[in-house]
């Protein structure tokens, strides 16, 4: 297992919800920027949402998912949640959980070129 580890993919029929985990491994955990990102078959991997420790920061979501998904993070358990509801078919793909190493950074990047720490992904497929 490294330095991530995604878990709570899985099947979904349209409509419905699924709340994806990660386990963070990198230390100190506070120091980094953590976000989700997804590959759909056939597509260029694609942000989804990212979280900063400091409270101040506001999460930053990928402007198609606004409302739908929601990103969280526990300092306590060294996790990061993203909630997704009403799911489509359009949401199927493999989702991974990135880390951005910015001890002293409060901007969170959309572009998987700023983070260095990857998880394996989990499958997430929307269907009937």
């Known amino acids: 297992q490294g330095p991530l580890a995604e878990s709570g993919g899985g099947l979904v029929e349209p409509g419905g919800s699924l709340r994806l985990s990660c386990t963070v491994s990198?230390?100190?955990?506070?120091?980094?920027?953590l976000g989700w990102f997804r590959q759909a078959p056939g597509k260029q991997r694609e942000f989804v949402a990212g979280?900063?420790?400091?409270?101040?920061?506001?999460?930053k979501y990928a402007d198609s998912l606004k409302g739908r998904f929601t990103i969280s993070r526990d300092s306590a358990s060294n996790q990061v949640y993203l909630q997704m509801n009403d799911l489509t078919p359009e949401d199927t793909g493999v989702y991974f959980c990135?880390?951005?190493?910015?001890?002293?950074?409060?901007?969170?990047?959309?572009?998987?070129?700023?983070?260095?720490?990857w998880g394996q992904g989990t499958q997430v497929t929307v269907s009937s």
């Open positions: 990198l230390s100190p955990f506070n120091a980094y920027i």
């Open positions: 979280i900063n420790s400091r409270r101040s920061v506001a999460p």
């Open positions: 990135a880390g951005d190493y910015r001890p002293y950074g409060y901007s969170v990047s959309d572009s998987s070129e700023h983070y260095d720490q």
